[in-house]
C-alpha cells in the first residue's frame, strides 16, 4: 500500500515572499482504495497581496474568506493528518501537478509560524509534470503536454471546480491514476 497527498494552491501572485497564500486543497490518495479523504482550507491573511492577474485567474472574493482559517490551524490540520492517514510514514508524501510552486508557498507558511516543513512532509515530491514530460520523451505520449488544463483536456478529466484549490488537487490526483492506468496498458 503506497499513499500520496495531492496538495493545489491558489495564491495572490507567484511569489511566495510577498504574494498571500489563498487557499490549500489537498486529497488523500491510497493505491487500494483511491481518494479517502479532501478538504480545501481558505486562509486568513493579516493582510492580502493579491495581483490582478491572480485574482482573475482564482476569481476569489472577500466573501470566499467568511470562513477562513489563521495558518497555525492549517499546519494543525496538516498534523492530524499525518496522524489519521500517514501514520505509518515518517512524513507525508506529497503530490501534485508543477508541485514546487505550491510547496514554496506552504514553506514560507510554516516558516512564518516557526514550524518545521520537514517534520510533517517528506523532501521528495510526486509532479504529474515530470511523469508526463518523461512520458513524451519516450514517445509513450505523442502530443506535446505543457500544462495541466492540456494534460486534463488529453485524458479526458473533468475538473469540478477549475482553478479551485480542491479542484484542482482532485483532478491532478485522477491524472496520476491516468497515468498508472497508462503504464498498465503499454
Known amino acids: 500500500m503506497a499513499r500520496l497527498l495531492f496538495i493545489d494552491t491558489e495564491t495572490g501572485g507567484l511569489d511566495p ?39 482573475k485567474i482564482n476569481k476569489l472574493t472577500d466573501s470566499d474568506f467568511s470562513d477562513a482559517i489563521i495558518p497555525k490551524d492549517l499546519i ?29 508557498f506552504i514553506k514560507k507558511m510554516f516558516k512564518d509560524n516557526r514550524r518545521s516543513f520537514d517534520n510533517v512532509f517528506l523532501h521528495r515530491i510526486v509532479d504529474t509534470y515530470s511523469i508526463l ?19 486534463f483536456n488529453y485524458f479526458e478529466i473533468i475538473v469540478d471546480g477549475r482553478h479551485t484549490a480542491l479542484g484542482d488537487a482532485k483532478a491532478t490526483m485522477r491524472l496520476y491514476e491516468k497515468l498508472i492506468q497508462l503504464l498498465h496498458e503499454k
Open 76 to 104: 494543525k490540520k496538516f498534523e492530524e493528518i499525518k496522524d489519521i492517514y500517514f501514520s505509518d510514514y515518517t512524513a507525508i508524501p506529497l503530490a501534485g501537478h508543477n508541485t514546487q510552486f505550491d510547496v514554496q
Open 133 to 151: 514530460k518523461f512520458l513524451q520523451d519516450a514517445g509513450i505520449i505523442t502530443d506535446k503536454i505543457d500544462s495541466s488544463s492540456q494534460a
Open 17 to 55: 515572499e510577498k504574494h498571500s497564500l489563498l487557499s490549500v486543497g489537498f486529497a488523500v490518495w491510497d493505491t487500494n482504495l483511491g481518494e479517502c479523504y479532501s478538504a480545501e482550507y481558505r486562509l486568513k491573511n493579516e493582510n492580502y497581496c493579491i495581483t490582478k492577474t491572480a485574482q
